[in-house]
């Protein structure tokens, strides 16, 4: 979430016990106990042993999590296999009479998204958002609970709080918790959980759904009236959630009332962040014992006994937003203000976490950040297999697998065990029963606190747990295969077809469903894992081959030969084999279409204007089979339902800068309704906007670019090509004068380098543009925000040889100068209390101009001040642009 808790020092002793059961204190649980030793390996049976290789980056359910934005390239991210969102609760409790019906569609949408990249979704619900999300709105109040209930005004944040005490709020609260659970804690195969969903977030009360109102918190002392629920009320909730639950991982923010025994985990938002307070440095993540402050993650489980709730219940959060760029630069440590970010993790047991800087900004070649993710959640390895080298009838197999990672896999997923032939085709396989969860980490680390050795000490817990199934040969053609395993995602349901058959109201366009990628497969650290998610255990015998034991070969030359409205013509050259070839099998889609003798098919009843894509194999009098073809795809002809392109539009360049060039253009008109555009630089597409403008940054001055657009509806209808419109970008502006902490020129690029021109971090969030970072546009950084925002640059050099920090800003209205905070050596101040040579104070206009503050009048340390940050917490919604940040 983000990271709008920057707490004022002063109250950070309060949050403690603002924010945690006041009820007695329990003591650390200390070292668990170790599960019980299950049975060992059938060593009647061959041993087959496996070496040890990195899994894949991109693994199901852990590492790092993006924000989804609806109509973003995930392509484009840090492989993983979740995304992160928010929801406002009247999103889905919309009827103004009724506090009992919900409209999932808002839901369903973002859940198939995430499908459509092969991911699940981590998410929360929310009443209030100060700001809203960008997405979502700021008041998630539901309709039903209009005139029922008081609402109280957090003048701090601007935002609306329902009395959470009341009896309809906590009804309405737990009738959403109940109807949630009810549609998707057992939609999935097996009465298991929805198989988009990955991590559930309790959500609900208080700002973003985190369980705090700070400051209209329990702490009365600062003025401010209490805002929070009582112990009473936060049992009620985090009991209906326990007992509606079953299947879904469920984390709350703090170790609350009601979390004693509850079957919840938890996220840490600040993970593994280091602040300063009253001049000191200390954890947000690890406990007080390892430098942490008091109210610190870590230490509050210790405080209330559940550091160990890991073992059965998730642990995610959120990177602290200042460090995410930064955060694997000096792993396994950290430096400055990010942690020990090793400990963090293995004393989190932390499985995922939203990490938007990261997830747009790492390189998948970075070995620092490729070990610290898999080092995350579960890392499973699979050391050795026993089974026979030949099989008949019934055979027994067993696999061995052990955890070297921090956490286990939290979901019943489906092992499978199946042969695959010499041509690579899985002829057979068997699902079976096995547990995942079983296979705990091997070891885990101590904490201080519980005073068993030296830290780090690490001890032994987990063991390697060895499965095994009886399974049956039946149906399976004598022959040499490879004995094969996978552990099903069980997202590889949600097919394109599916997606397609959606109700209106929660159906996604066919533009996205068109960028369908499979489900990210589980894979294990092993040297014989497969980039499709199958693990090859080694060679089987199945009977004895008598007779053609010979597949054909793999059909060449496999091409469409004609398409209609409702069919698709097919041919293919002939296969070879030892004896004859008796025919082919024609797949669609991955589904049996046809079994032609010869090399030609026709598939009949197709819909209009749909892609489906084809492969072939052959087969001979034996029943042997190859391989299949290479897949071709082929598009029938006609359209059905929206068939109309929208209008094309008119461009034109109503402005540019050294490195931008600002478009407009006149909007489309169509059938049914214009959903967006396509802007092309020369032929390459750049970008995709919903308005009737866009401004395409990074480029290089003086130089030539001509840009088309195109029109878009939902049923992926695109319009002709507007007029060409050539820009030749501005000459290179001439540098600012004085030491530049930043002149947002893109070069290092922003927000993704994280670095500013002294070679530092930089960064930003909740802003209403770039994923919250603000975007650089024409040499400029624009923010845009609404009573939330949140800025930092690093600067770390000695500034004594300066007089003044000198910031050259405009605003959108004028007036901004009371919006916002800055703070730079020790001093923080609104921007608009600065006093300047002559004892006046800034004001921003909506011309550019250099804001010249003294530093030393201003109580400015310059002996390497830590950080320039800019916080946009103050009632103001505008934006502002700046040109560049200098001391002079």
């Known amino acids: 979430m983000p990271s709008l808790r920057k707490l004022l020092a002063a109250t950070a002793a309060a949050m403690t016990l603002v924010l945690v059961s006041t009820s007695g204190q329990a003591a650390p649980a200390g070292p668990p106990a170790r599960p019980p030793a299950g049975p060992g390996p059938d060593t009647s049976l061959a041993t087959h042993t496996y070496s040890y290789a990195d899994a894949a980056l991109g693994q199901p359910l852990k590492g790092f999590a993006p924000y989804l934005f609806p109509g973003d390239n995930l392509s484009s991210k840090y492989p993983g296999g979740l995304v992160w969102s928010y929801f406002a609760l009247n999103e889905v409790m919309k009827d103004p009479n009724s506090c009992s019906v919900f409209d999932w569609s808002v839901f369903e949408k973002a859940l198939d998204e995430a499908a459509v990249w092969g991911r699940q979704v981590a998410f929360r619900f929310y009443v209030e958002y ?36 009341d009896p309809d709020v906590i009804a309405a609260l737990v009738s959403f918790i109940n109807a949630f659970a009810q549609r998707y804690d057992r939609a999935g195969p097996g009465g298991t959980a929805d198989p988009r969903v990955g991590f559930m977030s309790l959500g609900l009360v208080g700002l973003w759904g985190e369980w705090h109102t700070w400051p209209y918190d329990r702490d009365l002392a600062d003025g401010y009236p209490n805002l929070m629920p009582t112990d009473a009320t936060i049992r009620t909730i985090i009991g209906a959630y326990d007992t509606a639950f079953d299947n879904i991982q469920l984390e709350v923010r703090y170790p609350l009332a009601g979390t004693e025994t509850a079957n919840i985990g938890f996220h840490d938002d600040s993970w593994p962040y280091k602040e300063w307070r009253g001049g000191q440095l200390k954890s947000m993540t690890l406990p007080v014992s390892m430098n942490g402050w008091e109210d610190a993650f870590l230490q509050l489980q210790l405080n209330t006994g559940t550091e160990n709730r890991w073992i059965t219940q998730s642990i995610g959060g959120e990177a602290r937003p200042e460090i995410q760029g930064s955060l694997y630069a000096n792993w396994p440590g950290g430096s400055g203000q990010v942690d020990d970010v090793l400990a963090a993790t293995e004393l989190s047991h932390i499985s995922w976490m939203i990490n938007q800087t990261g997830a747009g900004g790492y390189s998948p070649t970075d070995p620092l950040v490729a070990a610290g993710v898999r080092k995350m959640g579960y890392n499973l390895h699979i050391p050795q297999a026993n089974f026979n080298a030949t099989a008949s009838g019934t055979f027994k197999v067993g696999v061995t697998m052990q955890n070297n990672g921090v956490a286990p896999f939290y979901y019943p997923w489906t092992t499978v065990v199946g042969l695959r032939d010499a041509s690579g085709a899985i002829v057979k396989t068997w699902d079976t029963t096995w547990d995942l969860r079983q296979v705990q980490p091997l070891t885990i680390r101590a904490f201080p606190d519980w005073n068993v050795g030296a830290n780090p000490t690490y001890r032994d817990f987990g063991r390697p747990v060895n499965f095994s199934a009886n399974l049956s040969t039946a149906g399976v053609a004598a022959g040499s295969y490879s004995l094969v395993l996978k552990v099903r995602n069980p997202l590889e349901a949600v097919t394109p077809a599916v997606l397609r058959a959606r109700p209106a109201a929660s159906r996604l366009t066919d533009w996205i469903i068109d960028q369908w990628r499979p489900a990210v497969p589980l894979s294990f650290a092993n040297s014989n894992q497969g ?23 793999v059909p060449s030359g496999l091409s469409v030969t004609g398409v209609t409205n409702t069919s698709v013509s097919l041919s293919w050259a002939a296969s070879t084999d030892n004896v004859g070839v008796t025919g082919y099998q024609v797949f669609r889609d991955g589904a049996l279409a046809g079994s032609p003798t010869g090399t030609t098919f026709t598939d009949t009843g197709r819909s209009p204007g749909q892609t489906y894509q084809y492969t072939v194999r052959a087969r001979d009098a034996a029943g042997n089979i190859s391989a299949a073809s290479a897949a071709v795809p082929a598009t029938t002809t006609g359209c059905s339902g929206d068939c109309t392109a929208p209008s094309a539009p008119t461009l034109s360049s109503p402005s540019k800068t050294d490195t931008t060039v600002s478009l407009s253009w006149t909007g489309s008109t169509d059938n049914v309704g214009v959903t967006g555009y396509e802007v092309f630089r020369g032929s390459t597409l750049v970008g995709s906007p919903s308005a009737t403008t866009f401004t395409d940054t990074g480029l290089t001055a003086s130089t030539a670019y001509s840009y088309t657009v195109k029109a878009r509806d939902a049923a992926g209808n695109r319009s002709a090509a507007s007029n060409t419109v050539t820009v030749t970008t501005n000459a290179a502006p001439q540098p600012p004068a004085g030491l530049v902490l930043d002149n947002f020129d893109g070069t290092p690029a922003y927000p993704s380098s994280n670095q500013n021109d002294l070679g530092r971090w930089t960064g930003a969030n909740c802003f209403l543009d770039g994923g919250g970072s603000g975007v650089v546009t024409g040499g400029a950084l624009s923010l845009r925000y609404n009573n939330c925002g949140w800025f930092g640059s690093d600067v770390g050099v000695d500034l004594n040889a300066y007089t003044y920090l000198v910031v050259r800003i405009r605003g959108a209205a004028g007036g901004e100068q009371a919006h916002f905070s800055l703070g730079l050596g020790g001093a923080t101040k609104v921007f608009a209390d600065f006093t300047l040579d002559g004892g006046a104070h800034p004001v921003i206009t909506t011309s550019y101009q250099d804001i010249r503050i003294p530093m030393a009048a201003n109580g400015i340390n310059r002996n390497s001040p830590s950080q320039l940050a800019m916080g946009f917490w103050y009632g103001g919604n505008s934006t502002i642009t700046i040109d560049h940040i200098t001391f002079q």
């Open 130 to 165: 100060p700001g809203g999300s960008g997405t979502h709105p700021g008041n998630g109040i539901p309709p039903c609970l209009n005139g029922r209930m008081a609402l109280r005004t957090n003048g701090f944040w601007g935002t609306v709080s329902p009395d959470y005490d």
């Open 531 to 553: 980039t499709d998610g199958w693990v090859n255990l080694g060679a089987m015998a199945v009977g004895s081959c008598s007779g053609d034991c010979t597949a054909p070969s």
